[in-house]
Nanobody, 115 residues
Framework: QVQLVESGGGLVQPGGSLRLSCAAS????????MAWYRQAPGKQRELVAN???????NYADSVKGRFTISRDNAKNTVYLQMNSLKPEDTAVYYC?????????WGQGTQVTVSS
């Protein structure tokens, strides 16, 4: 059974930081491309960042220079370090794992940026 379990969300003030984690089980993690998506109320889900099995990364323009995606294959975990958070970063953040035709999602973790 494949599971992706996100953690680390919460309430933070503008300018603050959070680190999200996504722990994977039931897959050969090192073979999977991993990504973070987010969905704000009333908006479509959007890609935030992804990291290939090779370690190469890609970011949405809105988070470049503020967010960093990384992975630890020994721990089957992908991270999203979020710095200089803005109110517009408020959303449910989802972890996704992809390998060829296989795509798996986590349940999401809420991030709220507010004073």
């Amino acid at each position: 059974q494949v599971q992706l379990v996100e953690s680390g969300g919460g309430l933070v003030q503008p300018g603050g930081s959070l680190r999200l984690s996504c722990a994977a089980s039931g897959i050969i993690f090192k073979n999977y491309a991993m990504a973070w998506y987010r969905q704000a109320p009333g908006k479509q889900r959007e890609l935030v960042a992804n990291i290939a099995s090779t370690g190469s990364t890609n970011y949405a323009d809105s988070v470049k220079g503020r967010f960093t995606i990384s992975r630890d294959n020994a721990k089957n975990t992908v991270y999203l370090q979020m710095n200089s958070l803005k109110p517009e970063d408020t959303a449910v953040y989802y972890c996704q794992g992809s390998h060829f035709l296989y795509h798996y999602w986590g349940q999401g973790t809420q991030v709220t940026v507010s004073s």
